[in-house]
């Protein structure tokens, strides 16, 4: 057994841990509490000698001075932010379905100079909050129209969300825990995949992050004026910034931004015991400056979109079928599925790879007795139940409602806090201890997933054929319309044949994976965790440029810029375009050509509730008035899935383009082109 001598000054340029030998220890203290017939009545100690002194030094790491400086963290988290995020800002096209629909509704804002009621297609788009709305028209104001301005907007909320995510760990877990937190969420898997298109959940993890922040400051602060028991209130600022950033977030995704950080919160001064912390937000004046934010475009939307004849207006739609029916799986129309929860529950893990293997260990720190809860947490114990609270809510919300695969995207910067902190103490830590063993578990099992990821990429372009030149990649695939609804549906499609069309990207992803475990391995038995993370890091930068490379190959499937193209080429004015199935499964063509699309089915999808106002466009056709239009003098382009439709059967139609599984048919010839007359060419 060894006694451990008192800690090293603070202001030594390396500190150590001296034990002493009880034995051979030239002096060593001898204390009556040692004694358990002594347990009353304690002496002073005692000093005895002995000869042969021996003292036995450990070394423990020191703190590194360079994620201890702002000005350093800040900068290298914005170059690894711009490598990752910016590196494919104009490239590829932007997709169909949610893409290019809201990138539709930012257009069209600035066109028609319309900045409360969303418009697609020509058509009342109501339901959907406006922010991210706002900020990709001012782009477009700013930059003009292209693939870069559309994705600008989201990139930097992603900017500002490691950022946020940097600062709220910094102030909770140390100076070298925020960077671990920052770099945790930079290179996440989630976060990357789901900035490939547009949508704001993003965003809301950007609001739910600086909400939470300004709670966990609220709990330390005191001022001047007390709330009617006598307690002392909360700055000013904090709660009036907690009521802005809240509001915010409704303005983002609705009310969700309200509900998630209410449950959150109520949740954790329940189990603290210290509901009366509500009345220092400053209710009053606080909920005064969320009204001043959030009302106004609601107020507005409701009075420019009152109920008409059979319509039911905004109120009805936005509140009670967008949120409340879509909740409990009964919004109207049902056009969208969900995923299993295992499933969903799954993924969430998998969102934060590669640091998921740091999670299980991360949650130990995790207060979770009811003494902790009660007792004088510190400002650590207080963040880690915030962050882990922060988890469950959204988790558990999802798990009862409606899912798709990204929802769980708001709650990622609250696990990179949770594996931030504990990456610090690990990095902290002597050699031999509890955390560097963990540690170097979790660095062995991801080096296991690491090789059998590599194994099967490598398998796969071992038995896998380049395809032939000219080849389109939707020929190679086996569709699962069923699985569409799904945000990465498509890639289910996805066979062994077709995955020679990625090599090269599969290549450096399954050589990047496995030796980024390996370094992280090696370097953290070596007792350099630091240095395994930065190796993470490098791997993940590597790999996301491949999946960046892959998504690039397989666009064409997801997208019809090309198609868009080539009617554009062929255009004239009072021309038409008709969609077999929903506006949203072509939108791009409606993007890049600036043309409103028709849509051949039923009633259904974003379309459907805006056609119904009086005066609103005619989209949706029926077979009966699709042949008329098909039969008139004007020139009808036919986006369709299939060589031959059914639509088309017994007329004349030419095929204009085709192009990663889909074709374009018109009932008159394209221009300098030879005439082709067969439905099914």
Excluded at 29 to 54: C, D, F, G, V, Y
Excluded at 285 to 308: D, M, T
Aim: proline share 6%; hydrophobic share 50%.
């Amino acid at each position: 057994m060894k006694w451990r001598a008192p800690a090293s000054p603070a202001g030594s340029r390396r500190a150590k841990d001296c034990y002493y030998s009880p034995v051979s220890c030239s002096r060593i203290i001898k204390h009556s509490a040692m004694n358990p017939s002594a347990a009353r009545h304690l002496e002073p100690p005692t000093i005895a000698l002995t000869s042969h002194p021996t003292v036995i030094f450990q070394t423990a790491p020191r703190p590194n001075r360079l994620l201890s400086d702002w000005r350093i963290c800040v900068p290298a988290l914005v170059v690894l932010w711009a490598i990752i995020y910016m590196s494919g800002l104009s490239r590829p096209a932007l997709l169909d379905d949610a893409d290019t629909v809201h990138a539709e509704a930012a257009k069209e804002m600035l066109q028609r100079h319309d900045w409360v009621t969303l418009y697609a297609n020509g058509v009342r788009y109501l339901e959907k909050a406006p922010l991210m709305y706002w900020g990709v028209a001012t782009s477009y104001t700013l930059f003009g129209v292209s693939e870069w301005s559309t994705r600008f907007p989201l990139m930097l909320g992603v900017l500002a969300m490691i950022l946020s995510t940097y600062g709220l760990g910094r102030w909770a877990l140390g100076s070298e825990g925020g960077f671990d937190s920052g770099l945790v969420l930079a290179t996440a898997l989630g976060p990357f995949l789901f900035t490939r298109f547009l949508i704001p959940d993003v965003a809301v993890g950007l609001w739910l992050t600086l909400t939470f922040w300004l709670f966990l400051m609220s709990l330390e602060q005191t001022s001047l004026e007390q709330t009617r028991f006598g307690q002392p209130k909360a700055a000013r600022w904090t709660c009036w910034g907690f009521a802005a950033v809240c509001a915010l977030n409704v303005l983002t995704k609705g009310l969700i931004g309200l509900v998630f950080p209410a449950a959150a919160i109520g949740l954790y001064l329940l189990l603290t015991g210290n509901l009366r912390h509500l009345l220092k937000l400053r209710l009053v004046s606080s909920a005064l400056v969320f009204l001043a934010i959030a009302a106004p475009w609601h107020i507005l939307a409701a009075l420019r979109n009152p109920p008409q004849g059979h319509v039911r207006g905004f109120l009805w739609f936005y509140f009670v079928n967008e949120h409340f029916l879509r909740f409990l799986n009964k919004r109207v129309p049902r056009d969208y599925d969900t995923v299993p929860l295992l499933l969903f529950w799954a993924l969430l893990v998998l969102w934060l790879l590669p640091w998921t293997v740091f999670l299980p260990q991360s949650l130990q720190e995790v207060p979770r007795r009811w003494r902790e809860f009660r007792a004088r947490m510190t400002r650590r114990q207080r963040a880690y139940l915030m962050f882990f609270l922060w988890n469950l809510v959204i988790v558990g919300f999802f798990s009862l409602s409606t899912r798709q695969e990204y929802y769980t995207i708001p709650a990622i910067p609250g696990m990179a806090l949770l594996v931030g902190g504990w990456l610090q103490r690990e990095r902290a830590s002597a050699a031999d201890s509890r955390e560097r063993r963990a540690g170097r578990t979790s660095s062995a099992v991801l080096l296991a997933v690491g090789v059998i990821i590599a194994l099967v990429g490598f398998g796969l372009i071992l038995f896998s054929r380049p395809p032939a030149a000219g080849a389109d990649l939707s020929d190679l695939l086996r569709k699962h319309p069923q699985d569409y609804a799904l945000s990465f549906g498509h890639f289910l499609d996805l066979t062994p044949q077709a995955m020679g069309a990625f090599r090269v990207p599969l290549f450096g992803f399954s050589l990047a994976f496995l030796v980024g475990t390996l370094a992280n391995w090696i370097l953290r038995r070596r007792g350099r965790a630091g240095a395994g993370n930065v190796a993470l890091a490098a791997m993940m930068v590597v790999l996301l440029a491949c999946v960046q490379i892959a998504f690039g190959i397989f666009s064409p499937i997801l997208s019809s810029k090309d198609l868009a193209l080539a009617i554009r080429e062929q255009y004239r004015p009072g021309d038409q375009i008709v969609v077999i199935g929903l506006y949203e499964n072509a939108s791009t063509l409606n993007f890049y050509t600036g043309i409103p699309l028709h849509s051949l089915r039923a009633p259904a999808g974003n379309m459907w509730y805006g056609t119904q106002f009086p005066g609103a466009p005619r989209v949706f056709e029926t077979q009966a008035s699709f042949v008329e239009m098909w039969k008139g003098p004007q020139r009808v382009f036919l986006w369709a899935e299939e060589d031959a439709p059914p639509a088309l059967s017994g007329l004349t139609s030419y095929v204009v383009a085709r192009h990663g599984g889909k074709i374009i048919f018109s009932n008159r010839p394209m221009t300098n082109q030879p005439m082709t007359t067969s439905a099914s060419q």
